[in-house]
């Protein structure tokens, strides 16, 4: 089990990330790392987060799920793709 993060999003995306969203051919478009707001869980129906812990809101009638992954930060590509592809194939078995 990997700690909980309880920290805010960066000012950026992490390089890692950012090259990992460039071999999907995914373009960032300016996108930015963000917060889970009270308003953008109170539009969801189920908020799958990736062990922000406290940080996160809780709204009673939400469906919560914590996928427990590695932080990027500090991998290697090949760990961090695997990470990546990991939760593809979560996504793809959550989602169908």
């Given at each position: 089990?990997?700690?909980?993060?309880?920290?805010?999003?960066?000012d950026?995306?992490?390089?890692?990330?950012?090259r990992?969203?460039?071999?999907?051919?995914?373009?960032p478009?300016g996108?930015l790392?963000?917060p889970?707001?009270?308003?953008?869980?109170?539009?969801?129906?189920?908020?799958i987060?990736?062990?922000?812990?406290?940080?996160c809101?809780?709204?009673?009638?939400?469906?919560?799920?914590?996928?427990?992954?590695p932080?990027?930060?500090?991998?290697?590509?090949?760990?961090?793709?695997?990470?990546?592809?990991?939760?593809?194939?979560?996504?793809?078995?959550?989602s169908?």
């Open positions: 089990m990997h700690p909980q993060r309880r920290h805010a999003p960066s950026c995306i992490d390089p890692i990330a950012q990992l969203i460039e071999e999907l051919h995914l373009p478009d996108e790392p963000k889970l707001t009270t308003e953008i869980v109170d539009a969801a129906d189920i908020v987060t990736l062990g922000c812990g406290d940080a809101p809780v709204l009673p009638g939400r469906r919560y799920l914590d996928w427990s992954v932080d990027l930060k500090g991998l290697d590509i090949e760990s961090a793709r695997a990470v990546r592809d990991g939760l593809g194939r979560r996504i793809d078995a959550w169908n």
